[in-house]
């Protein structure tokens, strides 16, 4: 019964989720397997619910601890976001932290889904990316990357609904000017709700896309 009504109250919490934490059996000598389960922290629940608000599909994701600097906490495992008038399909995307999901949420529908609109006539159906956690270094040093707590994401391109494909490797330096437009664009708009933003003119590492992240202030190339 207890079981249960932890598994209700988180449904009831994430609302507009696609999925919700499943809910362990009981330990008894006859069960042989059991689900994993866990029961998100408040401060978690919070940005949760805030997520679940931009309608965004998600399924919150158990705490770990790899050692050596890296680790997941308070992470989903985002499914899609919502644009204006559709859904936002995300690809390559593995964890990434629930407060980095919603900012990442607010800026491609307010940011990139508008941008593709009004720039270049068609709005954004799906964002390529190259994922969200990842237990490594800050390219070329000793230090660990943002990408090593789930706090960072790496976004590469564009799907629009008419089908183009707008990379960051080919489109910001590129022949279109509307599609230079819509990348400054929209890396301008990232830079005002991330705290660092990385992209082509950074350097050569970041040629083929834009790295998001939370923590920093206003660091933004
Ligand atoms: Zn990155």
Redesign the pocket.
């Given at each position: 019964m207890r079981y249960r009504a932890i598994f209700l109250a988180s449904l009831a919490l994430l609302g507009g989720c696609s999925a919700v934490p499943q809910a362990r059996a009981p330990q008894k000598s006859t069960v042989t397997r059991s689900t994993q389960t866990f029961t998100p922290r408040p401060e978690a629940r919070q940005c949760l619910a805030s997520l679940g608000a931009t309608r965004a599909a998600f399924t919150p994701l158990p705490d770990q601890n790899y050692g050596a600097g890296c680790s997941r906490v308070n992470t989903v495992q985002l499914a899609s976001l919502q644009g204006d008038q559709a859904r936002l399909a995300l690809a390559n995307l593995g964890p990434v932290a629930c407060p980095l999901a919603e900012t990442l949420a607010g800026w491609a529908r307010f940011g990139v889904d508008r941008a593709a609109r009004q720039i270049l006539g068609s709005p954004l159906v799906r964002i390529e990316t190259m994922g969200g956690y990842a237990c490594r270094n800050v390219a070329g040093t000793s230090r660990r990357?943002a990408?090593a707590t789930a706090n960072?994401v790496?976004v590469t391109a564009f799907i629009l609904a008419d089908g183009r494909r707008i990379s960051v490797l080919n489109g910001w330096s590129g022949a279109s000017a509307a599609e230079r437009r819509f990348l400054t664009t929209i890396h301008a708009s990232a830079c005002k709700r991330f705290g660092t933003v990385l992209g082509p003119a950074y350097n050569a590492a970041h040629r083929d896309h834009l790295?998001l992240e939370l923590s920093g202030s206003a660091f933004c190339r």
């Open positions: 990357s990408h960072a790496d790295h």
